[in-house]
Structure formats: C-alpha cells, structure tokens
C-alpha cells in the first residue's frame, strides 16, 4: 500500500505541474487568434465538457476493470495533447485540443483518487485523501508559476512542450511503481460485491451534496481562473509572470493546509467545517476588482485557497465514505463530473458577463454563484445527516 501511494504522489504531483503550466497563458493565447470574451470562455469549457460528460462513466468502468490502465491511457494522452496545442492554428483547433485534453483528465485524477480510497484505512478518510490532495494542488501551485515564467522568457509553446515532458515523466513513474489492481477488481466482483445503480447513487443526499459543492466551486473558481489574467494585464497592469504567481498562490494555500485541514475532518465534526470554507471562499472573491497590488491579491489568493481546503477536506472524507459502498470510481467519477460541469458552465458565463457589464464583475458574479451553492449544500448536509443517524438507531 505504501509504495502505490507514494508513487501516485509523485506521478501524480509531476502530472499537475505540467497541467497547471498552461493555467496563466491558454486565455492569453485565445486572445491571440482574436478571441471574444465568450470564445475564450468556450475554450477553456472545452476541456470541462468532456469531463462532465465521461467522468462518471469512466469511474465506473474503473471500479469493474481496475486503474491502473486507465491512468497510464490519460498521461499519455496529455502528452499529446502538449503538442496539438503548440501547433493549433486557428481557435477552432484549440478548442477541440481542449476537448481531447479533458477526456485524457478524467482518466488520470479521478481515478488516481478511486484508487487511494481503495486503500484508505477506515476512519482515517481525511487524512488519507487530503494528503493525496495536497499533491494535487501543490503541482498545479507550481505550474501557473512555472508556465507564465517559461511564456515570459521564451514562448507559449515553451510551456505546452514543457507540460508534455512532465507528462511523460509521470506516465514513466506510474507505469513503472504502481502496482496493477485489474485482478482485484476481477476477484471483487467475481465474489458476489455488486455496483450500486448509479440512479440509486445519484439518490443519496451525501452525493448530492458533494455534486452542488463541487459544481459551484467549479463555476467561480474557473471563471477567476479564465478571466482574472486579462484583467490583471489590461486593468491591474500585471506581466505573465504575475499572473502565474496569483495562480499559483492559490493552490498553495490548498496544498500547504490540505493535509493539516484532512486531520481536523477526521477528528472534529465536518459540518462547520465545509460551511465556513465553502461560504467565506468566495466571499473574498468582492475585493478582486479594487486590488490592484501584486502582494494584496496574493494574500486574498491564499486566503481563498485556505478557506477552500477546509471544507474540502471534510468533502472529500465524506466522500470516501460513501465510496465504500457506493463505488470509488463512481463518486471520483461524479465529483469529477459535477466539478467540471460548474468549469463548463463557469467560462461562457462570465464571459457574457464581462462582455455585457464589464471584466470587473465577472468577480463578484462568482461570489453569488458560491453563496447559493453554500445554501444548497447545508439542506443536503443536514438530509444526509438526518438519515444516516435514522440508519445508526
């Protein structure tokens, strides 16, 4: 179990270091070939689309065929992806490069969660799954950083070359360390263990909670993620460079406190946790347009990204839960899917607003959108909660 874990760490970090790499610079090169703000927008849903689209079915593929296929079938497909996009030539063709990288994405993070929860011991669900997180978000920390200085320095094409080498290395490690699981999974199934139907999953109000959580999370968070880069170059007067560190900074925060924040889910009640998080997160997303100062907004980023570990390391402990009798892959699956529909939606949407009212109020657009999230969160909360003590007595 050891050895399987620290491997998709380590694979898994490198991955989210080349994907992050092209975070600060994608909307940027839309711009190049003339986008509008709603173009840009549909790019970067692109990569979504796919993901809400085939996150569920493919997460319940792996719960029936193992994961370890499936995860070496995505990192290679972001290793070509990395070259389609440096020779896109019109923004037609860098939309649908962004369509064939979301399908490649949901084969490789979902699924590397599904198979960590399958070796989480019970009762350390928070610590388990948010120390894998934090994996996640300290690769994607480092790559906004990393892509904005190798855009600054060299090119856009620079970056995507350099998301392609990390993929690589990544498709190396978990090919070469993670041990394969497709005989388990066989052997499970063939034992008498059924799969939930997936209508009967999508029934549970745990579920349901996770879904909202995540899918508004998306929205807000994308929709900074698209749009924020061009206001900090055309109002705030800020370089790729910056750019990349605002970014980056926010994955930092989550990355950093995933881990600390995964011991407090386990130990302390869940509820205030993903409350506090999921409602001040967003909130903070009101003083984006009348900061300016480089330092200012880096603090703001990383208070975001703190709140934002809090509640969703709580989340994910639920969530690994609930796997264990609803399917790993399944609920990875349907998180992956519920998040990337809110990053599909997210992009459009506020750039018909920023197209409309003005790129300033894409920012508190998105704290509306999380606010109403949080309220449908607390109802599914507390069903889920009411029904699973009813289950206990």
């Known amino acids: 179990m050891k050895n399987a874990f620290v491997s998709l760490f380590i694979a898994v970090a490198v991955a989210m270091i080349g994907v992050g790499i092209i975070a600060p610079i994608l909307p940027l090169y839309a711009k190049a070939f003339s986008a509008t703000g709603v173009s840009i927008g549909l790019v970067i849903a692109a990569f979504s689309l796919s993901r ?21 079938a995505g990192l290679a497909g972001y290793a070509v992806v990395s070259v389609l996009y440096a ?35 019970p009762g350390k669900e928070g610590r388990y799954m948010n120390l894998f997180y934090s994996a996640m978000f300290l690769g ?35 090919t070469k360390a993670v041990p394969a699981d497709h005989a388990r999974r066989q052997q499970h ?10 209508r009967d999953v999508l029934k549970n109000d745990g579920v349901k909670m996770i879904c909202v959580y995540v899918a508004t999370r998306g929205f807000w968070r994308q929709g900074f993620n698209t749009f924020y880069p061009l206001f900090a170059v055309m109002t705030a007067g800020l370089g790729e460079a910056s750019v990349g560190l605002v970014l980056s900074v926010y994955m930092l925060g989550g990355g950093l406190l995933q881990i600390p924040f995964g011991f407090l889910a386990d130990r302390f009640p869940r509820f205030p946790q993903i ?25 703001i980023m990383f208070a975001i990204g703190a709140l934002s570990a809090l509640s969703r390391a709580s989340v994910l402990a639920i969530r690994t839960e609930l796997g264990r009798t609803h399917g790993m892959g399944t609920l990875a699956g349907l998180q992956g899917a519920a998040f990337a ?11 018909l607003i920023a197209d409309v009212v003005g790129l300033p109020a894409v920012f508190p657009f998105g704290t509306a959108i999380g606010l109403i999230g949080s309220g449908f969160v607390v109802m599914w909360l507390r069903r889920w909660q009411h029904s699973e003590a009813t289950t206990a007595q």
Do not use: C
């Open 341 to 351: 529909a809110g990053q599909m939606i997210g992009p459009p949407t506020s750039g």
């Open 52 to 72: 809400s689209i085939l996150g569920p079915f493919l997460g319940r593929l792996s719960d029936r065929i193992g994961r370890k296929r499936m995860l070496v």
């Open 275 to 299: 409350i506090i998080g999921s409602t001040l997160a967003p909130l903070l997303l009101l003083a984006i347009p009348f900061t300016h100062q480089l330092w200012l907004v880096t603090a």
């Open 189 to 198: 199934h063939n034992n008498g263990n059924t799969i939930v139907p997936l």
């Open 87 to 121: 020779v896109a030539a019109n923004l037609w063709q860098l939309g649908l490069f962004r369509l064939f990288q979301g399908a490649a994405s949901v084969m490789v993070t979902p699924i590397a969660q599904a198979y960590i929860g399958d070796i989480t011991p």
């Open 140 to 174: 994607m920390a480092l790559g906004p950083l990393l892509g904005g200085s190798l855009s600054a320095v060299w090119s856009y094409q620079a970056a995507f070359y350099g998301m392609g080498v990390l993929s690589l290395i990544a498709l190396i490690l978990v």
